[in-house]
């Protein structure tokens, strides 16, 4: 059973404009999520985080907002760049326990 | 600092045979994993390490060793090698008490015929 879920396997948005991902998770013992970027041949970086306790974190172009109730989490980028172009992968954990990865979505970004 | 290398960055194997696939890391870290990514099902982790001579069994640890002897290398093998461990691997660290934000190393794709 997946508990982090990524709907959508691709996104396709043009440069300037705003670029919304969005994950869903199940286990309401998360309290840590993460987004991670990744380019082809290369292993993911970490992009940002947020706790539980907060809603919103917010880091130059990217911002992740927390909706606990709804278990659902979104990273927006504003403005997109082409650059932005890669797969972003969300993930969860709770406390001292591992992290849980969603499957990706891939981001295109074009002129 | 090289931060997480992996080698070899490709291979193809023969069902049956077996390998050996190599992590290093340069930051000291405590933790170190191992995961899989296949198309549509996400980073899935195979083992981790809390530390030099711990190893533990992930999601899907089947078919799958790992030995931690030095705390800077994390090995992954493959006694017998199926056609479903046709993956990309990729292995990560973290220092101790940070598990969330996970340092990677660039992959390695196998293939298994």
């Known amino acids: 059973d997946q508990q982090v879920k990524q709907n959508s396997p691709s996104l396709s948005v043009q440069e300037g404009r705003i670029s919304i991902l969005n994950c869903d998770y199940t286990?309401?013992?998360?309290?840590?999520f993460l987004w991670y970027k990744k380019y082809p041949a290369e292993g993911p970086t970490f992009l940002i985080s947020i706790s539980s306790i907060k809603d919103k974190n917010e880091d130059g172009r990217f911002t992740v907002f927390l909706n606990k109730s709804a278990k659902h989490l979104s990273l927006h980028i504003v403005p997109s760049q082409p650059g932005d172009s890669a797969v972003y992968f969300c993930a969860a954990s709770a406390i001292g326990d591992k992290l849980i990865f969603g499957t990706g979505t891939r981001l295109q970004v074009f002129p | 600092n090289a931060g997480v290398t992996q080698t070899p960055k490709f291979r193809v194997l023969k069902t049956g045979q077996s390998m050996t696939l190599l992590c290093a890391q340069d930051m000291n870290h405590e933790y170190m994993y191992w995961y899989r990514q296949d198309p549509g099902m996400g980073l899935r982790l195979i083992h981790y390490s809390v530390g030099e001579g711990t190893t533990a069994k992930g999601e899907v640890p089947d078919g799958y060793n790992v030995s931690r002897l030095k705390k800077q290398n994390f090995l992954l093998g493959l006694e017998s090698a199926a056609p479903s461990q046709t993956s990309v691997y990729f292995c990560a660290s973290t220092p101790a008490g940070a598990t969330d934000t996970q340092y990677f190393g660039p992959g390695t794709r196998l293939t298994v015929l």
């Open positions: 286990n309401s013992m998360f309290d840590y």
